[in-house]
């Protein structure tokens, strides 16, 4: 992969610019199927922040922001993700005096640290607007950046994120219930003891099933414990452990890599392709999570994925327990090649009772990716009516 195929997506003569007249910041609250427990917290509703951009001609763009209510993943949260939008990034595009583009999005916000969710929203819901305003779908956009003869699949294999039981049956029920849906790849949240316990279950009930855990971040380096606990796991034949430690801690990973046979996958220590590089290139890691969302935008994701796949480092797409709106555009990029593991792209109903969205469905064990024109899937008004907690319009002055 060259840098002259990712700059066709680049601003030359760029197709996807666009004047912008409104956007709306929508605030939702969607109650989850079942309360979703990980290391950091428990959620028993997604709270999420989605823009909605309509252009001086009519077309409308839409994403979803990925920062959850309180900082505990990341820095990043909800409220804050909307103050950045309204008082930096906003202005910020507004007083470039150029036409709004999502390829220009990130050069002109690069002066502001950090915010990479909000940044992600913003770019997302200009793509989406830029692509539908000329017919093309995500899925097609991307694949402009693959090399000559690679070519995205119509379907992506899923996988499903199991959240921390209450207990060890419970668990068992309810990975029980994923594997009959279909679901290809299982994912087990652990922590500290809650980890040898429920693998070894649901090694034993299960069988042969591909069976990866996430501890988002909850183990250390410098407790015995925890490092005895992680290697236990490598008998267990995991396809990985995702996060263990810290997201700052890349030197625990590295000495920690030296302890375990089980492959490490970053997940919140990534938050651009130069992370990546940097983690594969100590050994802190040798798989990758990859969430738009936490590397500044899909843009970014197509980078880290360039590189991905000139060196041979598996990738997977990652989730935050997006409405539709947020999976259909984790959807096209799954789809490209380099995503060679499944990703946490479940159906709708893994999540929500009722989607912002057509649902996705699980068929075989994988979704269809969307076609349509940007994210490839209409808004369902009166599903959106239904969890909106607040709206919010900007302008441009
Ligand atoms: O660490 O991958 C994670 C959800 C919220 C925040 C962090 C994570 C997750 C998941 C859910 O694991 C993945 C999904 O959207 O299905
Ligand atoms: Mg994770």
Same mark, same amino acid.
């Given at each position: 992969m060259s840098a002259s195929t990712l700059e066709r997506l680049d601003l030359a003569e760029d197709p996807l610019a666009l004047t912008p007249s409104r956007i709306d910041l929508v605030e939702v609250g969607l109650p989850l199927v079942r309360p979703f427990r990980t290391s950091f917290g428990t959620s028993t509703t997604r709270a999420a922040l989605l823009l909605r951009v309509e252009t001086a001609d009519g077309v409308v763009g839409w994403s979803e922001c990925a920062a959850d209510p309180e900082p505990l993943y990341s820095e990043e949260y909800l409220a804050g993700a909307e103050h950045v939008l309204l008082e930096h990034l906003l202005p910020r595009l507004a007083a470039s005096g150029r036409r709004w583009s999502a390829g220009g999005v990130a050069d002109l916000l690069a002066p502001i640290a950090g915010h990479r969710m909000a940044k992600a929203a913003l770019e997302t819901a200009l793509l989406d607007a830029g692509l539908r305003a000329i017919g093309r779908s995500f899925v097609d956009h991307f694949a402009q950046t693959l090399?000559?003869?690679?070519?995205?699949?119509?379907?992506?294999?899923?996988?499903?994120?199991?959240?921390?039981? !209450?207990?060890?049956?419970? *668990? *068992?029920?309810?990975?029980?219930?994923?594997?009959?849906?279909?679901?290809?790849?299982?994912?087990?949240?652990?922590? /500290?003891?809650? #980890?040898?316990? /429920?693998?070894?279950?649901?090694?034993?009930?299960?069988? !042969?099933?591909?069976?990866?855990? !996430?501890?988002?971040?909850?183990?250390?380096?410098?407790?015995?414990? @925890?490092?005895?606990? *992680?290697?236990?796991? #490598?008998?267990?034949?995991? =396809? =990985?452990?995702?996060?263990? =430690?810290?997201?700052? !801690?890349?030197?625990? @990973?590295?000495?920690?890599?030296? @302890?375990?046979?089980?492959?490490?996958?970053?997940?919140?220590?990534?938050?651009?392709?130069?992370?990546?590089?940097?983690?594969?290139?100590?050994?802190?890691? @040798?798989?990758?999570?990859?969430?738009?969302?936490?590397?500044?935008?899909?843009?970014?994701? *197509?980078h880290l994925h360039a590189w991905a796949l000139g060196s041979g480092v598996p990738l997977w797409c990652g989730g935050m327990l997006e409405t539709g709106i947020g999976r259909a555009a984790n959807l096209a990029l799954a789809a490209l090649p380099g995503f060679t593991l499944p990703g946490d792209v479940s159906a709708s109903d893994r999540y929500y009772a009722r989607d912002l969205t057509t649902p996705f469905e699980l068929n075989g064990g994988a979704i269809a990716v969307p076609t349509g024109a940007g994210i490839g899937v209409a808004v369902d008004d009166d599903a959106l009516a239904a969890v909106t907690r607040r709206r919010h319009t900007w302008t441009p002055s």
């Open positions: 090399p000559a003869g690679a070519t995205p699949q119509a379907r992506v294999p899923a996988g499903v994120s199991v959240g921390i039981a !209450d207990s060890l049956d419970a *668990l *068992l029920a309810e990975v029980a219930e994923y594997v009959d849906r279909g679901y290809v790849r299982i994912k087990l949240k652990i922590e /500290p003891g809650w #980890d040898v316990d /429920p693998v070894r279950e649901v090694r034993r009930s299960f069988g !042969d099933i591909a069976l990866q855990v !996430d501890a988002n971040a909850a183990y250390r380096i410098d407790v015995a414990e @925890h490092v005895a606990a *992680l290697v236990a796991l #490598d008998e267990f034949d995991l =396809l =990985l452990v995702e996060q263990p =430690l810290a997201a700052e !801690d890349l030197a625990g @990973h590295v000495a920690l890599a030296r @302890h375990l046979a089980t492959p490490i996958c970053l997940d919140e220590s990534v938050r651009s392709v130069r992370d990546a590089r940097g983690a594969v290139e100590l050994g802190a890691c @040798h798989i990758v999570n990859v969430k738009p969302a936490r590397v500044g935008g899909y843009l970014e994701a *197509l």
